[in-house]
């Protein structure tokens, strides 16, 4: 039997003289839809009428979820370790542990922070983003205050794998959460706001990491981050609802004309909608927003089938080369920037440099740099290149375009790398800044690659079930 060959068809597009509406271009490939016509940009997905859509809550409101959603420190609890290792090596020394077993405090949490996203994404799917996050700082508080009062190696390591198990939501159920309230032209703006907000607070949690060791003891820096993760978890129980909603393929573009036909009431999903002409709110049929419905933990019934299709399928996916493709690229990322965070700290307080202990974490101030500058160009260039793409597609936004300026990063890691090595390997031949400014560097190809992959992921399979899984796969296995 020949298969379905994949062509564009006409579905509709508005006239800039006439106001009558006519055909666009559509297509049966997941990810490919409409997001331009004559006029403005189209809204995808559509957005309904409905108040306690995540999509039609207000600006400010998403400016406050986002924030939010940036200043856990739970991430930083787990990469910023390198700061305080040097206070570690000579007392675990002591008691047998080797090198490699104290670089294992971020090695193994890093590698958890994944296994908790294979975990807690499907269930994230079933029972809702809301009650998933709360539980994660839940766990983020008493694992940061655990941390501080372990006495062995041993309970150190496990409890930092608690602590990286409820960190990796970070990672994929936050690029989720935000994608959910977001339109596509916007997704990659946002999403580098929350990396470059979340990079500022983590650089500066990271910067007092060895000041506050050396001067009252490590164990204080993981209190301060429970008690973050703590006024987090309050704030969010008030400011930060549910974003799960339940939206067809027509809302996404993604619907045939053979869908419609059988099923009518997809036409108003179907149809599309500019910036410039949102619907007024339907109160006659839906809820208004008020402060108790976002203060709901759990919005909606279970569905448990959704959340192990998304299990299954997060393991299935693995056969696309798309996915697979993205996953070696935040692997290779990822492993390279574990490697340089668990280093710098010997090499600046070693010969030639010196660098006393206390002031290891300086190092990373660069990426205060990196955040202010680097990733919001990187985010709304991508953006933007979007757009101008689209027109020149005749309004039509292919997924690929989101990896058109992967190349700056890219080429950004590899020069950092080279230096950094160089730098590891000969101090003796290079200023304690070749170092800083490899770190930096390399944050911002790490930063931007991972951006660069997820929201081209997230455009290529539009639905929130299949982007969740390629979101937890892509963070998960890596």
């Known amino acids: 039997m020949a298969e379905k060959k994949l062509e564009p068809t006409i579905d509709r597009l508005e006239d800039v003289e006439s106001e009558v509406l006519k055909n666009v271009q559509t297509s049966d490939t997941m990810g490919t839809v409409t997001i331009n016509d004559a006029k403005d940009v189209l809204l995808v997905p559509t957005p309904s009428r409905d108040p306690r859509d995540p999509l039609n809550m207000p600006t400010w409101r998403k400016i406050v ?129 929350q990396s470059a907000i979340q990079t500022i607070i983590s650089a500066v949690y990271t910067l007092f990491a060895s000041p506050i060791a050396g001067a009252i003891g490590p164990g204080n820096w993981y209190i301060l981050g429970g008690g973050l993760s703590a006024a987090v978890f309050l704030a969010f129980i008030f400011f930060v609802p549910e974003t799960r909603y339940n939206r067809s393929l027509a809302a996404y573009g993604q619907a045939t004309k053979e869908d419609i036909e059988t099923n009518p009431e997809l036409a108003v999903e179907a149809k599309a909608i500019r910036l410039s002409e949102r619907p007024a709110f339907d109160l006659d049929r839906y809820a208004p927003r008020t402060l108790w419905s976002d203060m709901l933990v759990f919005v909606g019934e279970p569905d448990w089938k959704e959340g192990w299709y998304t299990f299954f399928h997060t393991f299935q996916i693995m056969l696309f080369p798309n996915v697979f493709w993205a996953f070696c690229l935040n692997g290779l990322t990822l492993g390279v920037n574990i490697a340089l965070g668990t280093t710098y700290g010997t090499i600046v307080t070693s010969p030639p440099y010196n660098w006393p202990d206390r002031s290891a974490s300086y190092v990373t101030p660069g990426q205060i740099i990196t955040a202010l500058v680097a990733l919001p160009l990187l985010g709304y260039g991508s953006d933007r290149v979007l757009k101008w793409r689209a027109r020149r597609n005749g309004g039509v936004h292919e997924p690929e375009n989101r990896l058109l300026l992967l190349w700056i990063p890219i080429l950004i890691g590899v020069v950092a790398c080279v230096i950094y090595g160089q730098a590891a390997q000969h101090p003796e031949k290079y200023h304690w800044f070749a170092i800083a400014w490899a770190y930096a560097a390399y944050y911002f190809a790490f930063i931007g690659s991972n951006i660069a992959g997820i929201t081209y992921l997230l455009d290529s399979y539009l639905v929130p079930s299949k982007s969740c899984s390629r979101a937890g796969c892509h963070h998960g296995y890596a």
């Open 65 to 193: 979820f986002i924030v939010l959603l940036s200043i856990s420190v739970g991430l930083s609890m787990v990469a910023g370790f390198g700061g305080l290792l040097t206070f570690y090596i000579p007392t675990y020394a002591e008691h047998g542990a080797s090198y490699a077993d104290i670089t294992a405090l971020m090695t193994y949490p890093t590698m958890f922070m994944g296994v908790g996203n294979l975990i807690l994404m499907p269930l994230a799917m079933a029972i809702g983003r809301r009650p998933i996050y709360l539980l994660s700082c839940i766990i983020l508080v008493a694992a940061g205050i655990g941390a501080a009062y372990v006495e062995t190696y041993e309970q150190h390591l496990g409890v930092r794998m608690i602590l990286g198990f409820a960190a990796g939501q970070s990672e994929a159920l936050v690029p989720m959460m935000i994608q959910e309230i977001h339109f596509l032209h916007e997704r990659s703006t946002f999403l580098m706001w």
